[in-house]
């Protein structure tokens, strides 16, 4: 800003005062009645129009200019109360769209200026004239914040005043004035009224038949030009009732199809929650099920007892997440201690299958693995072992057995805390759609965990599976004959009870609990094979029954 006589800050301001006047005269006119058929057919109010028009010739003023300041930009979005072209989302640089539509809107018959000569034909007024004239004074401030000499700039203001100093009122004289007054607009230094240039006051009592004859062309002007403007105003009513009519019907269409897409919406929602809950109930009879054949396991009541409060946990915290409570992290791995064929390989199946309905995997399979399946015995190999056996489990549970083998300190050259590494590794990598249970002795799965922080870190579940009881053992074998479509005769359960009670502790864990039971079971099916092959002609009783000279 060469040679300024305004600071920005003064010239934004000077900016906001022309534009207050612009507001006042539009509340004068719509608080006489004016604006109120324009109203009608625009469905705009009055300042509407003002904040679209002067928006619309600042965005022509800084199309036709060579450059525009950031200082510019400011001053185009802070005139206004309102932001009808969105100039402050444009970030300093006009879409297309935005100047066509402002190019468009500037270049229309000035509505309000018009509206403004019908009021001062009505009264001692000069509105028109003073409205025009405000508008070129908020566009000079704009070109005051860097050149008010740019060629581009100048030529748009007056193309501006030539196309509009016709609406004026009848007041104004002949274009010696109209020049007069452009040239005076342009080339002051300071930003001021001019109507006073316009209107010829200083020359009307010098040429007073001058004055009259002009006077009486710009009135026959302005009567051609109310007459063009009514002409206009009738075929926009023709044009918005037309419009109306086809608004209507396209309401009327549109509000049909939103019905028939209400009641369509709502069949496909009932059948979701209809398919939802189907799928919920099947479910949930499905983990019934699967608790079902928990209980009916033999013992183990402190492990089924554990299940189920697991199985709880889940579900309320299911529930929790659909209404959008806070949640602790869960972590679903567990470590299995106790004595071997106490029934820890039968109840991670059932887990699996129990995850697999609550949506903690997405497979179910058991897939199980022990040292000898996952270590190896050179640099590299047991690090793809481990991956290849996590990979066989995603999306169900891998239960490694007797876990605590994998670590061996005091063996040279030992690969298992590669194992380890690897597996804690991929527990995190997969720990959406991967469950892993670890078996063993009790205090041998202790120093397991202990063997690598983040074994302790994800296992925090235990459960503790204790030794069957004699009366136990002899249920589990009676099931195992019933499955097999067998019995086993009172004397030979009395036979085997007297066995197991005569065990010492050393011959009790070798006999292997349940497993133990399984061994037992098979050998009576072989003996009572070759006992039963020296009989001509067995009876069906005696091919479903074990006795006692079968143990």
Same mark, same amino acid.
């Given at each position: 800003?060469?040679?300024?006589?305004?600071?920005?800050?003064?010239?934004?301001?000077?900016?906001?005062?022309?534009?207050? +006047?612009?507001?006042?005269?539009?509340?004068?006119?719509? /608080?006489?009645?004016?604006?109120?058929?324009?109203?009608?057919?625009?469905?705009?109010?009055?300042?509407?129009?003002?904040?679209?028009?002067?928006?619309?010739?600042?965005?022509?003023?800084?199309?036709?200019?060579?450059?525009?300041?950031?200082?510019?930009?400011?001053?185009?979005?802070?005139?206004?109360?309102?932001?009808?072209?969105?100039?402050?989302?444009?970030?300093?640089?006009?879409?297309?769209?935005?100047?066509?539509?402002?190019?468009?809107?500037?270049?229309?018959?000035?509505?309000?200026?018009?509206?403004?000569?019908?009021?001062?034909?009505?009264?001692?007024?000069?509105?028109?004239?003073?409205?025009?004239?405000?508008?070129?004074?908020?566009?000079?401030?704009?070109?005051?914040?860097?050149?008010?000499?740019?060629?581009?700039? /100048?030529?748009?203001?007056?193309?501006?005043?030539?196309?509009?100093?016709?609406?004026?009122?009848?007041?104004?004289?002949?274009?010696?004035?109209?020049?007069?007054?452009?040239?005076?607009?342009?080339?002051?230094?300071?930003?001021?009224?001019?109507?006073?240039?316009?209107?010829? #006051?200083?020359?009307?009592?010098?040429?007073?038949?001058?004055?009259? +004859?002009?006077?009486?062309?710009?009135?026959?002007?302005? !009567?051609?030009?109310? /007459?063009?403007?009514?002409?206009? !105003?009738?075929?926009?009513?023709?044009?918005?009732?037309?419009?109306?009519?086809?608004?209507?019907?396209?309401?009327?269409?549109?509000? #049909?199809?939103?019905?028939?897409?209400?009641?369509?919406?709502?069949?496909? !929602?009932?059948?979701?929650?209809?398919?939802?809950?189907? #799928?919920?109930?099947?479910?949930?009879?499905?983990?019934?099920?699967?608790?079902?054949? &928990?209980?009916?396991?033999?013992?183990?009541?402190?492990?089924?007892?554990?299940?189920?409060?697991?199985?709880?946990?889940?579900?309320?915290?299911?529930?929790?997440?659909?209404?959008?409570?806070?949640?602790?992290?869960?972590?679903?791995?567990?470590?299995?201690?106790?004595?071997?064929?106490?029934?820890?390989?039968?109840?991670?199946?059932?887990?699996?299958?129990?995850?697999?309905? &609550?949506?903690?995997?997405?497979?179910?399979? &058991?897939?199980?693995?022990?040292?000898?399946?996952?270590?190896?015995?050179?640099?590299?190999?047991?690090?793809?072992?481990?991956?290849?056996?996590?990979?066989?489990?995603?999306?169900?549970?891998?239960?490694?057995?007797?876990?605590?083998?994998?670590?061996?300190?005091?063996?040279?050259?030992?690969?298992?805390?590669?194992?380890?590494?690897?597996?804690?590794?991929?527990?995190?990598?997969?720990?959406?759609?991967?469950?892993?249970?670890?078996?063993?002795?009790?205090?041998?799965?202790?120093?397991?965990?202990?063997?690598?922080?983040?074994?302790?870190?994800?296992?925090?579940?235990?459960?503790?599976?204790?030794?069957?009881?004699?009366?136990?053992? &002899?249920?589990?074998?009676?099931?195992?004959?019933?499955?097999?479509?067998?019995?086993?005769?009172?004397?030979?359960?009395?036979?085997?009870?007297?066995?197991?009670?005569?065990?010492?502790?050393?011959?009790?864990?070798?006999?292997?609990?349940?497993?133990?039971?399984?061994?037992?079971?098979?050998?009576?099916?072989?003996?009572?094979?070759?006992?039963?092959?020296?009989?001509?002609?067995?009876?069906?009783?005696?091919?479903?029954?074990?006795?006692?000279?079968?143990?």
């Amino acid at each position: 800003m060469g040679n300024a006589i305004y600071s920005q800050a003064e010239i934004i301001a000077m900016g906001r005062q022309y534009y207050q +006047k612009l507001v006042k005269i539009c509340g004068d006119i719509e /608080q006489e009645g004016y604006w109120r058929q324009a109203e009608s057919v625009m469905k705009q109010s009055v300042y509407q129009i003002l904040d679209l028009y002067v928006q619309s010739l600042m965005v022509g003023l800084a199309v036709h200019m060579e450059s525009v300041s950031e200082a510019q930009w400011e001053y185009m979005h802070s005139i206004t109360d309102s932001d009808p072209l969105e100039l402050v989302s444009q970030q300093n640089k006009l879409t297309g769209e935005t100047m066509k539509y402002a190019e468009k809107y500037a270049e229309m018959p000035p509505v309000l200026i018009q509206i403004c000569g019908v009021f001062d034909t009505k009264g001692d007024t000069k509105y028109a004239a003073v409205f025009m004239d405000t508008l070129i004074n908020v566009l000079l401030c704009m070109m005051e914040m860097t050149d008010r000499a740019d060629r581009g700039g /100048q030529a748009y203001i007056r193309g501006f005043f030539q196309q509009t100093v016709m609406f004026v009122c009848a007041e104004c004289p002949d274009s010696t004035y109209e020049e007069s007054y452009i040239l005076h607009k342009l080339n002051s230094r300071k930003i001021s009224s001019g109507v006073s240039w316009l209107m010829g #006051e200083r020359s009307q009592k010098e040429q007073p038949g001058k004055h009259k +004859k002009a006077k009486s062309r710009i009135q026959e002007q302005q !009567k051609t030009a109310r /007459q063009e403007f009514e002409k206009e !105003k009738q075929r926009i009513e023709e044009e918005q009732r037309t419009a109306e009519k086809e608004f209507q019907k396209e309401k009327q269409r549109l509000e #049909e199809e939103q019905r028939a897409a209400q009641q369509e919406f709502q069949k496909v !929602k009932k059948r979701l929650q209809e398919r939802e809950k189907a #799928e919920k109930e099947a479910r949930e009879k499905k983990i019934a099920a699967l608790l079902e054949e &928990l209980n009916r396991l033999v013992g183990l009541e402190a492990v089924k007892e554990e299940i189920h409060s697991l199985v709880n946990l889940i579900k309320v915290r299911e529930m929790r997440e659909k209404m959008d409570l806070p949640m602790m992290d869960m972590s679903y791995h567990m470590v299995f201690t106790g004595n071997p064929g106490t029934g820890k390989t039968t109840v991670a199946r059932l887990v699996a299958r129990i995850y697999r309905e &609550l949506g903690i995997v997405s497979g179910g399979q &058991l897939v199980e693995t022990d040292r000898s399946r996952l270590v190896a015995g050179y640099v590299g190999q047991t690090a793809i072992n481990v991956r290849e056996v996590v990979e066989q489990a995603l999306g169900g549970v891998l239960f490694i057995d007797e876990a605590y083998a994998l670590i061996s300190p005091d063996a040279s050259n030992d690969y298992g805390s590669e194992a380890v590494d690897t597996l804690v590794k991929m527990m995190e990598d997969h720990r959406d759609d991967l469950v892993v249970i670890v078996a063993g002795y009790t205090e041998e799965m202790k120093s397991f965990l202990r063997s690598n922080t983040g074994l302790i870190s994800r296992f925090n579940k235990f459960i503790s599976f204790e030794d069957y009881t004699q009366a136990q053992l &002899l249920e589990i074998l009676k099931v195992m004959a019933g499955q097999a479509g067998m019995t086993v005769e009172e004397n030979a359960l009395k036979r085997i009870g007297l066995r197991l009670a005569a065990m010492n502790e050393q011959e009790r864990q070798d006999f292997g609990n349940a497993r133990g039971v399984r061994n037992l079971f098979e050998k009576m099916i072989v003996n009572q094979a070759n006992r039963l092959v020296t009989l001509e002609e067995p009876t069906r009783e005696q091919l479903m029954t074990l006795t006692e000279a079968d143990v």
